[in-house]
């Protein structure tokens, strides 16, 4: 049992920009029987949490304020509920501990997650980079592997590739042997590049639907509403998959395509699979800054507004 009765947390108490966050001592948590309670190395940022805070997400979720901001964590276990069998105090884990999942959120000293939720973290990696990658390593894993069923020399289209779930996306893609166009923003054409891109289209300056055709896949990682463009590149029968808006099925059927949008699944399986690829290399992660719990607001300002590659990080310990 640890012994402690206070804790640094970043939470709201009202929906808002950044400037509603605040650095609270708050008190110690508890693990339910189901849950395990670690102590947070690191968390990071991803557009969920700004969503959330933003009240974008009006009454879909179950928020009660104050909230602890954060889903994404890498730590230790300090206490395991009594039904928990997977995990015991001291194993390093990584999960999503977001509130709406049933967490306590992530941007805190310790936080209580599901054991579903949560799994042991990869060997190779440092906490700031295992609390880079739960809600976009699944994510494009899930997308690819999963609802695309990418096959070698397939031709694959990802938008966004250089935000946090189009460079595990690229990585996974060229793993897999497809060819892999993506868009991105003019400073980060090099560096998807570097990533494995084979094609990079400029969004600001170019219209992908005008350079690319027959595609087998497009993944749309960007958040932006391109989807009739992205039928245009698709191959009769090829597959579209989104993580935002769900498409219009009448559209795809006009266009011959099969479309839909995924909904990411943050459970053990799938953080385990996780684990395999970036274990043997396949994914790394792609930090761009890390900042202290203290500077919460800074980090959510510039992932806001910074247009950051890959993810922000929150160092807590
Ligand atoms: N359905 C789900 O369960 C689920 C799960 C996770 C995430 N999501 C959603 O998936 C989206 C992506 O998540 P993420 O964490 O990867 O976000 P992210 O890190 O913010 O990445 C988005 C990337 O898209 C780029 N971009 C912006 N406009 C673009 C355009 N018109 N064409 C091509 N690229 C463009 C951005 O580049 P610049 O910054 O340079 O413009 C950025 O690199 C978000 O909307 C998120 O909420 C959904």
């Given at each position: 049992?640890?012994?402690?009765?206070?804790?640094?947390?970043?939470?709201?108490?009202?929906?808002?920009?950044p400037e509603?966050?605040?650095?609270?001592?708050?008190?110690?948590?508890?693990?339910?029987?189901?849950?395990?309670?670690?102590?947070?190395?690191?968390?990071?940022?991803?557009?969920?949490?700004?969503?959330?805070?933003?009240?974008?997400?009006?009454?879909?979720?179950?928020?009660?304020?104050?909230?602890?901001?954060?889903?994404?964590?890498?730590?230790?276990?300090?206490?395991?509920?009594?039904?928990?069998?997977?995990?015991?105090?001291?194993?390093?884990?990584?999960?999503?501990?977001?509130?709406?999942?049933?967490?306590s959120?992530?941007?805190?000293?310790?936080?209580?997650?599901?054991?579903?939720?949560?799994?042991?973290?990869?060997?190779?990696?440092?906490?700031?980079?295992?609390?880079?990658?739960?809600?976009v390593?699944?994510?494009?894993?899930?997308?690819l592997?999963?609802?695309?069923?990418?096959?070698?020399?397939?031709?694959?289209?990802?938008?966004?590739g250089?935000?946090?779930?189009?460079?595990?996306?690229?990585?996974?893609?060229?793993?897999?042997?497809?060819?892999?166009?993506?868009?991105?923003?003019t400073?980060?054409?090099?560096?998807?590049?570097?990533?494995?891109?084979?094609?990079?289209?400029?969004?600001?300056?170019?219209?992908?639907?005008?350079?690319?055709?027959?595609?087998?896949?497009?993944?749309?990682?960007?958040?932006?509403?391109?989807?009739e463009?992205?039928?245009?590149?698709?191959?009769?029968?090829?597959?579209?998959?989104?993580?935002t808006?769900?498409?219009?099925?009448?559209?795809?059927?006009?266009?011959?395509?099969?479309?839909?949008?995924?909904?990411?699944?943050t459970t053990?399986?799938?953080?385990?699979?996780?684990?395999e690829l970036?274990?043997a290399?396949v994914?790394?992660?792609q930090?761009?800054?890390v900042?202290?719990?203290?500077?919460?607001?800074?980090?959510?300002?510039?992932?806001?507004?910074?247009?950051?590659?890959?993810?922000?990080?929150?160092?807590?310990?």
């Open positions: 049992m640890v012994d402690y009765f206070i804790m640094k947390a970043a939470q709201y108490s009202k929906y808002g920009g509603v966050i605040e650095i609270r001592d708050v008190p110690k948590l508890s693990p339910s029987e189901n849950q395990v309670l670690v102590e947070i190395h690191a968390a990071s940022v991803n557009p969920i949490d700004w969503k959330i805070r933003n009240g974008m997400l009006g009454d879909r979720g179950p928020i009660k304020f104050p909230v602890t901001i954060g889903g994404n964590f890498s730590g230790v276990v300090v206490e395991a509920g009594s039904k928990i069998s997977e995990f015991k105090v001291g194993d390093e884990v990584y999960g999503q501990a977001l509130v709406l999942n049933g967490g959120g992530s941007y805190a000293e310790f936080s209580t997650s599901n054991q579903e939720n949560t799994a042991r973290k990869p060997s190779n990696i440092n906490h700031i980079e295992a609390a880079s990658l739960p809600l390593g699944i994510s494009a894993l899930q997308g592997e999963q609802h695309i069923n990418l096959q070698k020399g397939q031709k694959i289209l990802i938008h966004g250089a935000g946090g779930i189009g460079t595990i996306a690229i990585q996974i893609a060229k793993h897999i042997g497809a060819r892999v166009a993506t868009t991105v923003s400073k980060d054409v090099e560096y998807v590049k570097k990533l494995g891109a084979d094609e990079v289209i400029d969004y600001k300056s170019e219209r992908f639907e005008e350079k690319l055709r027959d595609f087998d896949a497009v993944f749309e990682a960007s958040g932006k509403d391109i989807i463009p992205s039928f245009k590149v698709l191959k009769k029968g090829g597959i579209f998959v989104t993580m808006a769900p498409p219009d099925q009448e559209l795809a059927k006009k266009y011959g395509v099969r479309a839909m949008r995924e909904s990411t699944d053990t399986p799938n953080f385990n699979r996780l684990t970036v274990e290399g994914v790394k992660p930090v761009d800054r900042f202290k719990l203290e500077e919460t607001r800074q980090a959510f300002e510039y992932k806001e507004t910074g247009h950051p590659r890959g993810k922000v990080v929150i160092a807590v310990k």
